[in-house]
């Protein structure tokens, strides 16, 4: 394999200049060359950043992190289509942390347009200050763009990787290249001599090839169709490695114990742990310790012998206070006012609805907790961990251990879940200092499940204060506020150590741009000044302004005596095509009517979210007093179907995920610290509780969407509608499990 640094100084321009030794690649300009990161051994060629070639194959160096979603192979499959390679024979590893490996769509994604009423031009324009992702080295997976950011620069370095090889292949044939052509991993001559990618690759690395058109969706082979997964032989068969699962000579395994109130520490006793045999370290890590010891197990048990003194919480102490906090912050000016249609202090006639919201605080509870592995030796770190941002990653653990970022070698390993949490760098920085404490030896640290749920950078609780006037059968005003800390301060100033002004567009999201024709149309974004440690969670803020906001369509649906549905898809229809076409589709997959039996309860949900219209229709049944659901239908538009099996793997786990939150999730306050431990305390949907499931994938709209995130804003208030239909009885507060019981 490739010898893959930091920074390799032959580099290429993403456009038109060299890459490695001459392969052109892209189409996209930008002002600077990209280092390319990957060097090659005696005998490899790397084409251009994306692809490897050895004598074993073709390698596709896949840009953004696989936690179970299918991203790698999707990813590659981009690729593949261009490059002409069979599909048994792709394999892929992902990319080092390296500026050629940026995010061109992350920052798109922020602009304050409305994404359902992108056009062209603002979608172009969403590319173009995306791929300033480059100057900032935003190597990031997040914000359901992975296919976004690679869809057309993947396919260049395929298409562009193998005019180079054609053109090698002309060279030593001493024919036209014209009269070449490729397929499964070689250049075919006319006469039907056959040359192997892998005897071409050198030679190929002197060519500066042209930037060929990229072939139509009607040629395409893999994309568009259902592809074997690429991870799904190792994780089936347990032979999948992630960084949980790292094993290097004479290691040592650490945990640790941090400040459960997240504050800092004011004294620690080590003197009990140490004599437990086989302890040999306790390390103080500021507002926290970690143990070194012989194993796992017992790094657990010396940790919690440590006899800690921890200083109080500087955020209120209960939920009940918190809550509180976030509910006066309504109150105050707002942050934002993102949308502001028509005039919503006018004296409206009509019927008027008020309602009020809350959702508490969320974990991540990713199936792998966190855990890292990192070897500090002769100067040099190398760090192995899951991780969702690895320059950042880098970056951290350089300042943690008093590195320069050409110091540290960071693997970034398969993940047993991710939803936002792997984005952060705690665990990473932890590894690094405690293999700092111990230099020449190997680190595995792993956290405990409850210091997994306890240390988690949580979902914000959130509260909304909605009002609405309804006419003839019709909404006429629609006027919502909602409170909460704000993610993206947070994150930012954790990433930059900078503050960020100005409004908070992202706190509003999943409300504020939803694709709803209302003649006074006011949605505000409030801010709560509280320090409880927050993070993206999956689909971030859209995950509680979907039930907000939905919830409150659907209020003012019965509240005008209109079928739920019919309401959506009349505010749809006039303001954007493919989301009323995705409430129509779910209504003929799912036989609506608007009426069901006794004992059976139906809601529709819709969200718009991460360029993805999604309609959702939950249907629960009483059983003797006990709830359990059915069946859901899902209709999504994600404007290009690449992987069909993939996406409607992604709409069926965000909605299971998001309706183990809506039904049970919650996170709660005592003393400053948190209640919940372990997955008896913060449960989610198991497979006897799991409903079947029907999904409808749609490609109306224009543009590219997403489809990690985009299932679960609509699931939450889709339920929480079907509950209503069921019972009468409204829940206006999450968890549903506090109002309704459930079959768990």
Not at 138 to 145: A, D, H, K, N
Not at 263 to 281: H, R, Y
Not at 363 to 368: I, L, P, R, Y
Not at 600 to 606: E, Q, T
Request: charged residues 20%; glycine residues 10%; hydrophobic residues 45%.
């Amino acid at each position: 394999m490739a010898n893959i640094r930091k920074i390799a100084r032959r580099s290429f321009l993403i456009g038109s200049a060299a890459i490695a030794g001459g392969v052109a690649f892209g189409v996209y300009k930008i002002n600077q060359d990209a280092p390319n990161p990957l060097v090659a051994s005696e005998g490899e060629s790397t084409l251009n950043p994306f692809i490897l070639i050895n004598a074993d194959g073709v390698t596709i160096v896949t840009p953004r992190a696989e936690m179970g979603q299918g991203t790698q192979t999707t990813l590659a499959a981009l690729v593949a289509e261009e490059l002409d390679i069979a599909w048994e024979d792709v394999r892929i590893m992902h990319g080092p942390p390296a500026q050629a490996y940026y995010n061109a769509a992350l920052l798109g994604m922020a602009l304050p347009f409305k994404h359902y009423a992108d056009t062209d031009f603002k979608h172009g324009l969403r590319q173009a200050v995306g791929n300033a992702g480059k100057l900032l080295s935003l190597q990031v997976t997040g914000g359901s763009t992975a296919m976004k950011d690679g869809f057309e620069r993947m396919r260049h370095a395929g298409a562009s990787a193998r005019e180079a090889l054609k053109m090698a292949a002309a060279a030593q044939l001493g024919v036209d290249i014209s009269t070449l052509k490729t397929e499964n991993g070689q250049v075919i001559a006319a006469d039907g001599t056959t040359l192997p990618y892998t005897t071409l690759a050198e030679a190929a690395a002197a060519f500066d090839a042209p930037n060929p058109d990229l072939r139509p969706a009607s040629a395409w082979k893999y994309l568009g169709k259902s592809m074997p997964r690429l991870d799904m032989v190792g994780k089936s068969t347990g032979t999948a490695a992630f960084a949980i699962d790292t094993v290097l000579p004479d290691m040592k395994f650490a945990t640790v114990r941090m400040n459960p109130k997240r504050s800092g520490m004011v004294s620690f006793d080590a003197t009990e742990a140490l004599k437990m045999a086989g302890v040999e370290k306790v390390v103080g890590l500021g507002n926290g310790i970690g143990v070194i010891a012989t194993n796992t197990w017992l790094a657990f048990k010396a940790a919690e012998a440590v006899e800690i003194v921890w200083e109080d919480a500087a955020y209120p102490a209960t939920s009940k206070e918190l809550m509180t906090a976030i509910k006066a912050s309504l109150d105050d000016d707002p942050n934002t006012t993102a949308r502001d249609d028509g005039d919503v202090a006018a004296d409206i006639a009509g019927t008027e609805i008020t309602a009020d919201y809350t959702v508490p605080w969320l974990a991540h509870t990713t199936m792998e907790p966190m855990n890292a592995t990192a070897l500090l030796r002769d100067g040099q770190l190398t760090v192995w961990v899951g991780n969702q941002a690895p320059i950042i990653t880098r970056d951290k653990c350089a300042d943690a251990a008093g590195l320069p970022p050409e110091n540290v070698t960071v693997h970034t390993t398969l993940m047993g879940g991710g939803f936002g949490r792997r984005s952060e760098t705690d665990f990473s920085v932890q590894a690094a200092l405690l293999a700092a404490a111990l230099p020449d030896t190997p680190i595995k640290v792993t956290w405990t499940r409850e210091e997994d749920i306890a240390l988690d950078f949580f979902r914000p609780a959130a509260a909304a204060r909605f009002r609405g006037i309804v006419k003839d059968g019709k909404p006429q005003l629609l006027d919502g506020a909602i409170a909460a800390p704000s993610v993206t301060k947070q994150t930012v100033l954790r990433v930059t150590g900078n503050s960020v002004p100005g409004p908070d567009r992202a706190h509003v999201e999943g409300a504020y741009d939803q694709p709803y024709a209302i003649p006074n149309h006011r949605i505000t974004g409030h801010l709560t000044p509280l320090s409880v440690p927050i993070g993206s969670w999956r689909s971030v803020a859209a995950s509680f302004n979907g039930f907000f906001y939905d919830t409150f369509i659907d209020e003012m649906a019965h509240a005008a005596q209109a079928d739920p549905l019919a309401f959506r898809l009349a505010l749809a229809k006039d303001e954007h095509a493919p989301s009323a076409l995705a409430i129509e589709k779910v209504r003929e997959i799912s036989g609506w009517t608007g009426q069901t039996p006794a004992g059976i309860g139906r809601g529709i949900g819709f969200s718009h979210s991460f360029g993805t219209a999604v309609a959702m229709i939950v249907e629960v049944q009483d059983s003797a007093g006990i709830i359990g659901i059915n069946k859901v239908w899902i209709a999504c538009d994600v404007g290009i179907a690449l992987d069909p099996s993939i996406i409607e793997a992604q709409m069926i786990s965000g909605a299971i995920y998001g309706m183990s939150a809506a039904i049970m999730g919650e996170i709660s306050f005592a003393d400053g610290q948190v209640q919940e431990k372990n997955y008896p305390d913060y449960d989610a949907l198991r497979m006897h509780t799991v409903p079947a499931f029907e999904v409808a994938i749609l490609e109306n709209s224009p543009h590219l969407g997403g489809v990690g995130e985009p299932g679960t804003p609509p699931s939450m208030p889709a339920l929480g509608n079907a509950l209503f239909d069921l019972t009468g009885i409204r829940a206006r507060d999450l968890p549903f499990i506090k109002t309704y019981d459930f079959a768990l």
